[in-house]
C-alpha cells in the first residue's frame, strides 16, 4: 500500500495518497476535529513528508514542521470520503513507473483549431470575467447541438447554464435543487463526485446496483424503490465506468416512473458523442420530460481537452433558476478565453466526429482484444472509452489488491471498481481500464500484462 503524503503549504497542509476504499475509522476529538487515521499517522514519518521546495528546506526546518502537524479537520458530511481513487491509483502508477490505464483522461492533446481559437480569445483580450451563466456565443452553439442531436428547442439565454466542467453542473444542478432528507436514485457503479455531492447536499442517497455482464436496468427493482418521497433519478449514459448505453425500452420505463411520481432526472451525458455500438438517446427527448430533466454535458472528453473544465447544464426556466443560484455561489463564472474556444469546437464539422469514432474503435479493439488474449473477461462497452472486465482468473482477493498487484508487479495501473458502490463488495471481483491512449501505449500496456500476468 502506497503511504500518503502531506504537502505543506503556508496555510496548512494536504493529504494525498489515501483511496476512499481502505474505509478506515475516523474518531472525532472532543474539539470536532478528526485525527489521522492509523495508517495515516504512521505513515508521517521522517521520509514521508514532502514539501513542494523539498530540497530547498533544511532537515532541521523539516523535523520543526513535523511536529507542528496537527488532526485533519473535516466536516462530518465528508468524513467518510478520503482522497479519490483516481489520485491514488495515479500516484502508484507514478511511483513505480506503471503505464496508466486507469484514470480517463488521454495521453494525446486536443485538436490544433481549438487551442488556436484559445490563444487568439486570449489575445483578442477575452480574460476579464465572462457573463455568469456563460458567454452569447457559447449558449448559442451549446443551443443548436442540442436541437440537432435531440430535436428539442431550448433558449440559450434562459435554459442554458455554463459551468466549470460537468462536474461543477452536476454539483451546481444538486445543491440547487435537492434539499436535505430529499431521496435521489442513483445506479451503481457511479461516478464517484455523485455521492459526495449528494452528501453534500445532505440527501437520502438510494442505490440501484446494475450487474454483469450486461449491466441491464433492473426495471422491477426500480420500480419498487420509487415513490413519491423520491425526489430525483440520477443517470449517465453513456455510462461511467461499464461503457454501458441506457436503451430506449430502459429510459422509457425511468420516464414513466418520473411522470407517475413527479420525480426529477439529473442526466450526466458527456460521453455522448463516444457511442459505439448504438445511438445515444437523451432522457430529455423522451414525451414528458423536458420539463423535469436537467442534462449535463462537457466538451473535454469529446474534444480531449479535459484539462479546461468547459460543461452546460440545460433545463427548463424553472429548474434553471436553481441551478445558477448554485452556479452563483460556486464558481459564478467559467474560464472566459475557453469559453471562446468551446464555441469553436462545437461547431465543428460532422467528419471530425466520425473520426473521433473511427480512432477510438480501433484504440478500443486493441485494448479488448488484448485483456481477452491476457484472459480477463471483459464484458460488452458500447459507449464511453473505458471497458470493465473480471479480474478473478488471477486469484487476487478483492479489486484493490489486484490493481495494486497490476501496478507493482506487472507495471500497468487500472481503476478498482468497488469505490463506485455504496457496497464495495459488488463490485470486488470487477477493474476497469481505460482506451483514451495512444496506440503505442496501449500495445505496451497489453504485452506488460501478456508477458507477466498468470492466471491462478
Known sequence: MARPSVTFKPSGFLISGYSKRWNLPIKRSPRGVSPLPP?????????????????????????????TLQPVQVARRLEKFKTTIFTQMSSLAIKHGAINLGQGFPNFDGPEFVKEAAIQAIKDGKNQYARGYGIPDLNLVIAARFKKDNGLVVDPETEITVTSGCTEAIAATILGL??????????????????????????????????????????????????????????????????????????????????????????????????????????????????????????????????????????????????????????????????????????????????????????????????????????????????????????????????????????????????FYLNPDDGKNLVRFTFCKDEETLRAAVKRMKEKLKKQ
Open 39 to 67: 495508517l495515516m499517522a504512521s505513515s508521517f514519518s521522517a521520509g514521508s513528508v514532502t514539501t513542494e521546495k523539498d530540497a530547498a528546506v533544511p532537515s532541521a526546518q523539516k523535523d520543526s514542521i513535523q511536529k
Open 178 to 419: 435537492i434539499n436535505p432528507g430529499d431521496e435521489v436514485i442513483i445506479f451503481a457503479p457511479f461516478y464517484d463526485s455523485y455521492e459526495a455531492t449528494l452528501s453534500m447536499a445532505g440527501a437520502k442517497i438510494k442505490a440501484i446496483t446494475l450487474r454483469p455482464p450486461d449491466f441491464a436496468l433492473p426495471v422491477n427493482e426500480l420500480k419498487s424503490h420509487v415513490s413519491k418521497n423520491t425526489r430525483a433519478i440520477l443517470i449517465n449514459t453513456p455510462h461511467n465506468p461499464t461503457g454501458k448505453m441506457f436503451t430506449r425500452e430502459e429510459l422509457s420505463a425511468i420516464s414513466s416512473l418520473c411522470i407517475e411520481n413527479d420525480v426529477l432526472v439529473f442526466s450526466d451525458e458527456v460521453y455522448d458523442k463516444l457511442a459505439f455500438e448504438m445511438d445515444h438517446i437523451s432522457i430529455a427527448s423522451l414525451p414528458g420530460m423536458y420539463e423535469r430533466t436537467v442534462t449535463m454535458n462537457s466538451m473535454g472528453k469529446t474534444f480531449s481537452l479535459t484539462g479546461w473544465k468547459i460543461g452546460w447544464a440545460i433545463a427548463r426556466p424553472h429548474l434553471t433558476w436553481g441551478v445558477r443560484q448554485a452556479h452563483s455561489f460556486l464558481t459564478f463564472a467559467t474560464c472566459t478565453p475557453m469559453q471562446f474556444a468551446a464555441a469553436t469546437a462545437l461547431r465543428a464539422p460532422d467528419s471530425y466526429y466520425i473520426e473521433l469514432k473511427k480512432d477510438y474503435m480501433a484504440k478500443k479493439a486493441i485494448l479488448v482484444d488484448g485483456l481477452k488474449e491476457v484472459g480477463f473477461k471483459v464484458f460488452p462497452s458500447s459507449g464511453t472509452y473505458f471497458v470493465v472486465v473480471d479480474h478473478t482468473p488471477f486469484g487476487l482477493e478483492n479489486d484493490i489488491a489486484f490493481c495494486e498487484y497490476l501496478i507493482k508487479e506487472i507495471g500497468v495501473a487500472a481503476i478498482p471498481t468497488s469505490v
